[in-house]
């Protein structure tokens, strides 16, 4: 058996050759890697297309002048397809070694090679690498890899620029009032699979029930909504109110108390995709303006106050613990609970404080965003503390140009720590941004979107035994997320394909936006686990959806998502003995 050029002409082999020493790299070879147990040695990379065959050169001696010329190397062994072949002679001459592991699915190219086929004994203790798809012909820029002796394994990720979803963050779709319109699973999941988008809202008008009890039919309706939210894998941002008008023909303090007490067990059976609740049921749209029950129009008085906060905290009493509510402006929190931010030693630690976010329904459309800010140069910094640890959202409702132009809208996003926006209001807007070129980094950005950088992970192991990692992953969106998040190593074996699940103690809700963050562990293995090679990857499962892939972060690199799973390839493998 022998690579594919031997079997041409030879001057059709000249022909190739020359192309293949003056063909350019090509973007769409990606998440190149190299790694090594004290044994193997796995290559792998991701490429689009449909290449009939799939290389790595590898430069054992690392002296560009012996072994074959390629992209600045000297290529002394070539891995083609499932076959190694060491280099002989001069030119393209290659004798084949050996068959070697070799898969390719998914857009994913790896092979797994015995060390000792490369004559490598991690002296030089490193390689060149070389990796190429044909056809049309696609080569990569040089790697170096350098072994480790098979103590650990360190692994450099490559980013992705790619627009996916992820939960409880992005652009929502806002098409109708939740207690009327029926949602559609097929269209909820186009959303999810085809836009991008992991999240709808539903307002909840309870305008028939001002004067009485909620019907059974109503809430039998908010139980449906839910539940085909849930069946599509999205969530729902939920807001509940009493009137559209500007009469602020709203139901009383005591009657709203009765109805979130109705409202408190499907509003627990539904947590798991209520990704977040927006105050509302004061005033017109629920956003406590007009208002007839509560302080019309901004004239609130102390009587007033006292009753709008006996409805925030009734509404947190009911909305299960590990989901926060939002505020329609900074004054309403300052004013009812603290002037002072959430502290991060508070955090997330389910006191009405840390459980209060914020959300703006006329971003940028005024100078105070048509009334949300009172006074900017005191809730600017308030809102920028606040909203690292509490969830930040809304709306656009105007053009206001400079100020709702991408500078602006993008510096505001970021400082605000905003996870998430209305896609289809307001178009004016969004068009803005679409021409001015920020609309595909605020689609991305919104919310968290995290990316590994590198890791290190032993080469071996043994059942009982310790299991040293380390990761590192920035943080490349606005926020964070808001809600729990699980975050586990999972060992598959590559031959029964069996999974075992270790928790890993980093919180991802502290994977602060902008920065890198270092997870250093040292995990057990399990005792029983069976001696075999198993792949690393990483999950931050939902706590409450863990059996559900799409309620899965995944993570802004190539090569590593496993959609079936929704777990994240490390990109490594372990033997355990």
């Not at 995944?554 to 033997?575: F, P």
Request: hydrophobic share 35%; with cysteine; proline share 5%.
């Amino acid at each position: 058996m022998r690579p594919y050029r031997l079997f041409t002409a030879i001057a059709t082999a000249g022909a190739l050759l020359a192309a293949v020493l003056s063909s350019p790299a090509h973007a769409t070879i990606g998440g190149a890697t190299a790694t090594n147990t004290a044994t193997t040695v796995t290559y792998r990379f991701s490429y689009t297309g449909t290449p009939q065959f799939l290389r790595v050169y590898v430069d054992t001696d690392r002296n560009p002048a012996t072994g074959f010329a390629q992209a600045g190397t000297g290529a002394d062994y070539l891995l083609e397809n499932g076959s190694l072949y060491q280099h002989t002679g001069t030119g393209w001459s290659w004798t084949l070694v050996r068959a070697v592991t070799f898969t390719n699915t998914g857009g994913v190219a790896q092979w797994t090679v015995d060390r000792a086929d490369l004559g490598e004994t991690a002296t030089p203790n490193d390689a060149d690498l070389i990796f190429q798809a044909e056809a049309p012909l696609e080569t990569s820029t040089k790697y170096t890899q350098t072994y480790t002796g098979g103590s650990s394994g360190g692994v450099t990720y490559t980013p992705s620029t790619e627009n996916f979803a992820n939960p409880e963050r992005g652009f929502y779709h806002h098409t109708g009032d939740c207690d009327k319109a029926d949602f559609s699973q097929s269209t909820l999941e186009t959303y999810r699979t085809s836009q991008g988008i992991s999240l709808v809202m539903c307002v909840f008008y309870l305008a028939e029930y001002k004067n009485g009890p909620i019907a059974q039919a109503a809430l039998d309706q908010l139980q449906q909504q839910l539940a085909t939210v849930r069946a599509a894998g999205l969530k729902m941002v939920l807001r509940l109110a009493y009137t559209t008008s500007t009469t602020g023909d709203d139901a009383t303090k005591d009657r709203v108390l009765a109805h979130l007490d109705q409202l408190a067990p499907y509003l627990t059976a539904g947590k798991d995709v209520i990704a977040v609740v927006q105050a509302g049921l004061i005033g017109a749209w629920g956003e406590w303006y007009y208002t007839q029950n509560f302080g019309n129009a901004g004239v609130v008085s102390a009587t007033d106050w006292a009753n709008r906060k006996a409805v925030t905290d009734k509404l947190l009493s009911v909305v299960p613990s590990t989901r926060m509510i939002q505020l329609r402006t900074p004054k309403f929190k300052r004013t009812m609970y603290s002037t002072t931010p959430v502290q991060p030693g508070d955090a997330y630690n389910g006191s009405s404080l840390s459980r209060i976010g914020h959300h703006n329904d006329c971003f940028l459309a005024s100078a105070d965003d048509f009334g949300t800010y009172e006074n900017p140069s005191v809730e600017y910094p308030y809102l920028q503390a606040e909203t690292t640890y509490v969830a930040m959202g809304g709306e656009t409702c105007g053009v206001n140009a400079p100020r709702s132009n991408c500078p602006t809208a993008t510096a505001e996003l970021a400082q605000f720590h905003w996870s998430y926006l209305n896609t289809d209001y307001e178009p004016n807007v969004l068009n803005s941004w679409n021409s001015g070129g920020c609309l595909t980094t605020v689609t991305k950005n919104l919310g968290y979107r995290f990316r590994l950088e590198s890791g290190t992970y032993p080469g071996t192991a043994s059942p009982g035994g310790s299991l040293p990692i380390s990761f590192t992953v920035h943080n490349d969106g606005y926020a964070t997320p808001f809600n729990p998040r699980n975050l586990e190593l999972v060992l598959r074996n590559t031959s029964t394909g069996s999974t075992y699940k270790l928790p890993i103690s980093s919180d991802a809700r502290r994977w602060t936006a902008g920065t890198s963050t270092t997870v250093s562990q040292t995990l057990t293995v399990p005792s029983s686990l069976p001696a075999g090679s198993y792949a690393l990857l990483l999950n931050l499962p939902d706590p409450l959806l863990s059996t559900r892939p799409e309620y899965s972060i995944r993570l802004a690199n190539q090569g590593t998502w496993d959609a079936a799973t929704g777990m994240n390839s490390l990109l490594h493998t372990l033997t355990v003995s």
